[in-house]
């Protein structure tokens, strides 16, 4: 009679709902968001009272903006709700993260623009696209626009991307040895979002089997995400 193969026990990991840290002390920099950050960094000395910080989806941007609204102690504006925000701001700064992620309210933001002018405050904006691609039609916005100092943020280089790999490990408590960043740095797509898509996958596997994460395990979850499996188990 043959024995039955049985497998190891998986744990069922629990959501520990870990949290992002958005601190400046966690904010890697290279050559890819360093213009940025020191943007960031120069409030309120800047170029003009209105700045965008345009960049692909996980390139940083919320990070930058966190960091600044911190900074500033700005008011977090609903992109779609902009009007709502404008009575009560006062001479207090504004950020709207993800301005274009739908349909720009261009009322509400050029009245916004004119209150924080008006002002003499700032306005953060971020966007996944320059302004000049948002398709504004309303002439006096389009104006206030162009006057607004842009900064672009590129896809992340090898530095950026294995310190933030790092770091979302960090973030969960978990140790892994360079050379596994390294294997993942070369593998993954060079972004911020997959980057913490494969950590979160990395790390779920690794406690259902009780193992520690290596570079054989990288390898595996990252062929599985390439084939389009892992999208469903994170």
Not at 72 to 93: K, M, T
Not at 212 to 225: D, G, W, Y
Request: proline share 6%; no cysteine.
């Amino acid at each position: 009679m043959t024995a039955q193969r049985t497998d190891p026990p998986r744990q069922l990991p629990l959501d520990l709902g870990h949290g992002t840290g958005y601190s400046r002390d966690e904010l890697v920099v290279s050559g890819t968001n360093n213009q940025a950050a020191a943007l960031v960094d120069r409030w309120p000395d800047w170029p003009s009272p209105v700045v965008v910080l345009a960049g692909p989806a996980g390139s940083g941007k919320t990070h930058l903006a966190a960091i600044w609204r911190a900074r500033a102690n700005a008011v977090a504006v609903d992109a779609l709700r902009i009007g709502d925000s404008i009575a009560s701001l006062g001479a207090r700064p504004a950020l709207i993260d993800d301005v274009d992620a739908g349909a720009v309210d261009e009322q509400g933001l050029f009245h916004l623009i004119n209150a924080v002018r008006g002002a003499g405050s700032t306005l953060l904006l971020t966007a996944r696209r320059f302004p000049s691609a948002w398709g504004v039609s309303l002439p006096d916005l389009a104006s206030r626009l162009k006057a607004a100092a842009t900064v672009e943020i590129h896809e992340p280089d090898d530095l950026l991307l294995a310190g933030v790999i790092t770091k979302l490990f960090a973030d969960r408590q978990v140790e892994v040895e360079p050379h596994v960043v390294q294997y993942l740095v070369r593998r993954i797509e060079r972004s911020l979002a997959t980057a913490m898509r494969v950590v979160e996958r990395l790390d779920r596997t690794a406690l259902e089997r009780k193992m520690p994460i290596t570079r054989a395990l990288a390898a595996e979850t990252v062929s599985a995400m390439d084939e389009g499996q892992g999208a469903f188990e994170i």
